[in-house]
């Protein structure tokens, strides 16, 4: 579903210890809780502050979506583990060209991995690449470019060190019970490939499982299955109870693995979490009881009834902040589902098994003031400036559902210009609206509806022979892949 993900651990911090099978050795690791980090948004914090907002909360687990440089860069000697990602459109490309998965792995991985240097332990194939919705037009891509990126590592003596993942999403698998479940006919062979590079590899299988979208999705989805609260509506399924839908969709996983004879494949939920807005049940209680429920299960070590006394290796939740600028098409909850808000503000008393949540620091927000609708002006002309403004920034907490939803026209209007006010980091200009708009120092806040002041920039120094290096290389690697699809057509 998204792009960045990260995984606590500390000496300090609550960890399960969990027996796991890779090709047929028997190895022990540590559960560990993580959380997402995305970065598609409008107010960034820089990655400085983000790594240091990982290391304040004891967070040592990392995986970005892509191989962003600034967040590698910020990531180099703290020693948090890293996992970079392949996006759906390279996939072609590296599935087709040697050379293009050879400069890949040097752009992206082996420039990093130096003395003192980012810890690269994973590399993501593609973000939900089997999905039902994509009909298949990046299924063909994914075995090639696996090929060629771990033919890649070995030419740069990192296939040891560097494993290859494909996260996928929970509707790879289906079956009304969990132990009747199977990968869907159309990804039979490619799953049976998938899994057993993965377990030949030392790779684990990662998935995304959702249970907000069941509920969101389904008006007769049980809301108390949802949780983990305990449920009036558990499934029964042979000798086993089911009290939760994250079980009995991690179970029915287990099943389909075991279909493949990978019955001891270990897991890792590369997603999984709870929006707080933009739905209507998406608050900041239900994601705060959900998380911590979730949290609480996993480090029980209880597991489930498949896998007694052996929960997920980890689990990721998704996500770290905020992500404003997402794609609202799943809908518009899509961009509140950080357990931080866009500035590292934790949103609600969370535990992750090593203390509560602490706030990111020496964040700088832009000055005190707001853009709102000037209270004698009329706004019977509004309608396309409010548009505009939507288009450009978030305004889906406005929506049915979402936390300023009952703030009435005017309200509206205002949110949606101060909105476009802090994206455009505050210039004058901005609040204009045809006379419409006017600054304000007074906070228009209402109740539960935050009118939100943007975070400053801050200037990042480089290196100028490292930053041209890597310009050089990100064109080339581009230009490769141009060329190849020319080639192709």
Known sequence: MCRCTITATAVTAVLVTVVVVFGGSVQVVESAIGVNWGTISNHRLSPSTVVNLLKVNKIQKVKLFDADPDCLRALMGTGIEVMVGVSNDLLAGLSSSAAVSDLWVAQNVSRYMVRGGANIRFIAVGNEPFLASYGGQFQSYVMPAITNLQQSLAKANLAGAVKLVVPCNADAYESSLPSLGAFRPELSQIMTDLVTFLNSNGSPFIVNIYPFLSLYGNSDFPQDYAFFEGTTHSVTDGPNVY?????????????????????????????????????????????????????????????????????????????????????????????????????????????????????????????????????????????????????????????????????????????????????????????????????TFINPSMGQCKFLVGVAEKVVTRHNSQGSSLHRGSVILWLLIFFWAVLEL
């Open 243 to 439: 009290y939760n839908a994250f079980d009995g969709n991690y179970d029915t996983l287990v099943s389909a693995l075991n279909k493949l004879g990978f019955a001891q494949m270990p897991i890792v939920i590369g997603e999984v979490g709870w929006p707080t807005d933009g739905a209507i049940s998406a608050n900041v209680n239900a994601a705060r009881v959900f998380n911590q429920g979730l949290i609480k299960h996993v480090l029980s070590n209880k597991g489930t009834p498949l896998r007694p006394g052996q929960p997920p290796m980890d689990i990721y939740l998704f996500g770290l902040l905020d992500e404003e600028a997402k794609s609202v098409l799943p809908g518009s909850f899509e961009r509140h589902w950080g357990i931080f808000s866009f500035d590292g503000q934790a949103k609600y008393p969370l535990d992750l098994g090593n203390g509560f949540l602490r706030n990111a620091e020496d964040v700088t927000y832009l000055p005190s003031r707001w853009c709102v609708a000037d209270p004698f002006k009329d706004l019977s002309g509004v309608a396309e400036h409010v548009k505009l403004a939507c288009t450009v920034a978030d305004c889906t907490t406005l929506n049915y559902g979402g936390s300023c939803n009952g703030i009435g026209e005017r309200g509206n209007i205002s949110y949606a210009f101060n909105s476009y006010y802090q994206v455009q980091k505050q210039n004058s200009q901005s609040c204009e609206f045809d006379g419409l708009g006017m600054i």
